[in-house]
């Protein structure tokens, strides 16, 4: 189905999921530089919310995240969480509204779900809420029926579910047993909570995956009627996350593996009815996303691909980004930092870019590339892209007529490696980046 050119992805690229991207930021954007951002929004806001903790810590997890084995340090990161939320509430403009509000981690029931009905009235009293779209990521390992009335009580429509894999013994390979009878009580207890949009995240590329592990997981899924899937490929840097060094990097499956199973999962959900969003997002044809992907609407931000247009999204929590048009800033990751920070009423700001017109029309660039397949670029912006472009070009995985880049369905794996052509920083940067497929 596509053709396989390994020394065009030989080079690991970001996953663009902001421009600049975070191995870009600095700390010379401070708590000024975002309270000024946060002051000038107009319009649509979104807001995440990050929770730090999971019961269980996955081997493979590249996100910013402890255990939840402390009631002491859950109610401190809480209580700071909570004096955020006014703080930066404050700073907004009357006239803006929240229209999405996401809960990610970490696993946001990793807390209390009376602590999570909590979080959401702290918003309720301080953010301007306009009926907004709310969409929550759970860990199945935590889920008790008593969630399935949080997602209702808060109004939340849209979830995502960590399942990776259905295989047993690449659960215990990568540190995440969840047998099939959790999977299905989840999605059942979501159901049953009002999800209309539940998403499963699966990987492949995990150690000692075989194409008959990766279909089964494809088909369990497809049977349980999810109607978004994220099947990402593992990323292994154990360089900069320690914990992937009890994963047997040994029995990992080569870079023509790795492209036969992502090319197995594109064509299976394909054939099954499902959208591609991108390379490796799907969606059922009459899910919001997929609707927004056909409309032209569809989208890239720290969520991934979004039908949500929104100039401004707020981030709220240790680690957390928030991405307005002229700036990027991150909160302090370490949650010690970031509670102390908070209980003295100073805003959590560790990092940032600031995005300057040149960034902006890159970004545009590369996000157009990614969620439609095609951006228009100016000649002398391609001129500067085009020594790394060529490779792409001359294969066939890439045109570029009348200031239209754009890339064919053959092209589609070697889409991210194609809008680093247009990434400045990518040239000279010492930070890696994980496999392009």
Known sequence: MWPY????????????????????????????????????????????????????ICWYCGCNTGAANKAQRLTSYLTALHREIALVAGLLPASTRVRRIAFGGGSPNAIAPTDFIHLMEALVIHFPLDDPTISIELDPRAMSPTWGDVVAGVGATQASLGVQTFAPHLQAAIGRIQPVETIEASVETLRRGGIRSLNFDLMYGLPGQTQEDLADTLDRTVR?????????????????????????????????????????????????????????????????????????????????FTDDGAQALIGLGASAISSFPSLLAQNE?????????????????????????????????????????????????????????????????????????????????????????????????????????
């Open 224 to 304: 349980f009627g999810a109607d978004r899937i994220a099947l990402f490929g593992y990323a292994h840097v154990p360089h900069l996350i320690p914990r992937q060094r009890r994963i047997d990097d040994s029995a990992l499956p080569g870079q023509a593996e790795r492209f036969r199973m992502a090319a197995l999962g594109h064509r299976t959900l394909v054939e099954a009815g499902y959208v591609p969003i991108g390379f490796d997002h799907f969606a059922l044809p009459d899910d919001p996303i997929a609707q927004a992907a056909r409309a032209g609407r569809l989208r890239r931000n720290f969520q991934g």
């Open 5 to 56: 050119h390994p020394d065009l992805l030989a080079t690991p690229v970001p996953r663009y999921t902001s421009f600049p991207t975070a191995a870009e930021f600095t700390p010379d954007v401070g708590p000024d530089r975002f309270a000024e951002a946060v002051a000038t929004a107009t319009g649509d806001v979104s807001l995440y919310l990050h929770i730090p903790y999971c019961e269980h």
């Open 333 to 437: 990751k370490n949650s010690g930092r970031y509670r102390m920070l908070l209980s003295h009423d100073i805003l959590p700001i560790a990092l940032g870019k600031a995005r300057d017109v040149e960034d902006r029309r890159r970004g545009a660039v590369i996000s157009e590339l990614l969620c439609h397949g095609r951006a228009r670029a100016d000649k002398p912006l391609v001129d500067e892209a085009w020594e790394r472009l060529a490779p792409y070009v001359e294969a066939g995985l890439c045109t570029f007529d009348h200031g239209a880049v754009a890339i064919p369905p053959e092209g589609l794996p070697y889409a991210r490696s194609i809008a680093a052509a247009f990434d400045p920083y990518r040239q000279h940067s010492p930070r890696r980046f994980s496999s392009a497929v």
